[in-house]
């Protein structure tokens, strides 16, 4: 539960972020967007009836006029300073000192006074020099408007960003608590969710793993049973059948063909045994045990002298590991052994134990035909390939390295229980 709490309050802390991050962008937006529309409502509806071509040539007594009948209503919280401009120059400004004066519009200006519309610059040069205040503290916004010949004038506020930010915050500030409210609720019905979905994954891997033990044990069952009967049955007349064959191949009387005979058939019927025998080691390998594992690897690589691969075992460190992982290491060899002589055609194959008191790690290697990395798996290679999950469960890593020509490689690495 506890795991599911710290990942839940994570989530919450990222979306948080995130969220607010964005509501406070776009509560930026939106504070801005106000202003403009300010400026937008008072260029033309306050500004643009009292405009007259007089004031547009200067003329004191109708800027007088405009400032009597316009002041006030420029009185607006936000905004600090008005001005008026034409192509040529500042027409009007309630900082009366530069009223009249030739000025660079910039070209956001100029754009705004050809095309319409409305737009904004962050304390250009023009503010700096008009503005009595702290110009870094303000954003000024123009408009376009018309005198009643059609002579364009652009309508310019200085507002105040201090009183924008406040408006930000009142606008984000309930926002943040819809927001906050609905992600707690939000972790509050998904983790349950996701715990039972979890737990439900987490049973689904303990049942998956449940049976794949059940399977290898009831595999294991199996093959007991089956070499329990071949060596109780089949095995032990073939021996009984041996004994008495070179009994009787020891009486006087025979004649040298027969007696040559029954030696013949002796050697096939001991032939045979070992051949059981053998078969019997892979239905059901012996007990492994971790001081006996270099004898069972050296048993598990003997039938490569009869198919006249020349083959070694060595083995250093391995009493450190579990008679589990011993046993462990005996399957992965007894299959990777089993796929070189059946289809690698090697002359060498080095069966390699090692173990630092930390990790047991096997390795075999022969210099057989190999295979494409890329190729599909073979069918036939399907018993190590299942080695696979059964390594992964015992929490080592298993790596088959191979290329065509070039013999292949199998590399088991699983750490040692303390």
């Known amino acids: 539960m506890a795991r599911f709490l710290a990942i839940g309050a994570v989530t919450l802390v990222v979306l948080v972020v995130a969220t607010n991050l964005l509501a406070g962008q776009a509560a930026d937006r939106e504070a801005l967007a106000e202003a403009r529309t300010i400026n937008e409502v008072l260029a033309e509806s306050v500004a643009g009836p009292l405009l007259r071509e007089k004031l547009v040539l200067g003329n004191p007594a109708a800027i007088d006029a405009f400032n009597r009948r316009a002041v006030d209503q420029f009185d607006v919280q936000v905004l600090s300073q008005v001005n008026l401009w034409s192509s040529e120059r500042?027409?009007?400004?309630?900082?009366?000192?530069?009223?009249?004066?030739?000025?660079?519009?910039?070209?956001?200006?100029?754009?705004?006074?050809?095309?319409?519309?409305?737009?904004?610059?962050?304390?250009?040069?023009?503010?700096?020099?008009?503005?009595?205040?702290?110009?870094?503290?303000?954003?000024?916004?123009?408009?376009?408007?018309?005198?009643?010949?059609?002579?364009?004038l652009l309508f310019e506020g200085y507002y105040s960003l201090e009183d924008i930010e406040e408006r930000r915050a009142q606008i984000y500030r309930p926002f943040m608590w819809i927001i906050v409210g609905a992600l707690v609720l939000l972790l509050v019905l998904v983790t349950p969710i996701l715990r039972v979905l979890t737990k439900q994954v987490t049973s689904?891997?303990?049942?998956?793993?449940?049976?794949?033990?059940?399977?290898?044990?009831?595999?294991?069952?199996?093959?007991?049973?089956?070499?329990?009967?071949?060596?109780?049955?089949?095995?032990?007349?073939?021996?009984?059948?041996?004994?008495?064959?070179?009994?009787?191949?020891?009486?006087?009387?025979?004649?040298?063909?027969?007696?040559?005979?029954?030696?013949?058939?002796?050697?096939?019927?001991?032939?045979?045994?070992?051949?059981?025998?053998?078969?019997?080691?892979?239905?059901?390998?012996?007990?492994?045990?971790?001081?006996?594992?270099?004898?069972?690897?050296?048993?598990?690589?003997?039938?490569?002298?009869?198919?006249?691969?020349?083959?070694?075992?060595?083995?250093?460190?391995?009493?450190?590991?579990?008679?589990?992982?011993?046993?462990l290491v005996w399957r992965v060899a007894q299959e990777a052994v089993r796929n070189a002589l059946r289809h690698a055609h090697p002359s060498t194959i080095a069966v390699t134990v090692r173990s630092d008191g930390k990790k047991l790690v096997l390795e075999v290697v022969d210099d057989g035909v190999g295979f494409a990395a890329d190729a599909a798996p073979a069918a036939d290679r399907y018993g190590l390939r299942g080695m696979s999950s059964l390594v992964r469960d015992s929490g080592g890593r298993l790596e088959v390295r191979s290329s065509a020509g070039e013999g292949t490689a199998v590399r088991l690495e699983v750490g040692v229980d303390a």
């Open 90 to 152: 500042l027409v009007y400004s309630d900082n009366p000192v530069f009223a009249g004066q030739e000025f660079e519009l910039g070209q956001e200006r100029q754009d705004v006074l050809e095309n319409g519309g409305t737009g904004q610059v962050y304390t250009d040069e023009t503010a700096q020099t008009l503005l009595t205040e702290d110009a870094d503290g303000t954003v000024q916004i123009f408009t376009r408007i018309e005198t009643p010949r059609g002579t364009p």
């Open 204 to 327: 689904a891997a303990k049942e998956r793993e449940r049976l794949l033990r059940a399977g290898l044990e009831a595999s294991d069952a199996e093959r007991r049973r089956i070499a329990r009967d071949l060596h109780d049955g089949v095995v032990q007349d073939l021996a009984g059948t041996s004994f008495s064959i070179a009994a009787a191949a020891r009486e006087p009387e025979l004649a040298d063909g027969v007696r040559a005979s029954l030696h013949a058939a002796n050697q096939a019927i001991r032939d045979t045994l070992k051949s059981l025998r053998a078969l019997l080691a892979e239905i059901h390998p012996p007990e492994i045990q971790a001081d006996g594992l270099a004898s069972s690897l050296a048993d598990l690589i003997a039938p490569a002298g009869a198919l006249g691969i020349q083959a070694s075992v060595s083995v250093e460190g391995a009493e450190t590991a579990t008679d589990t992982q011993a046993a």
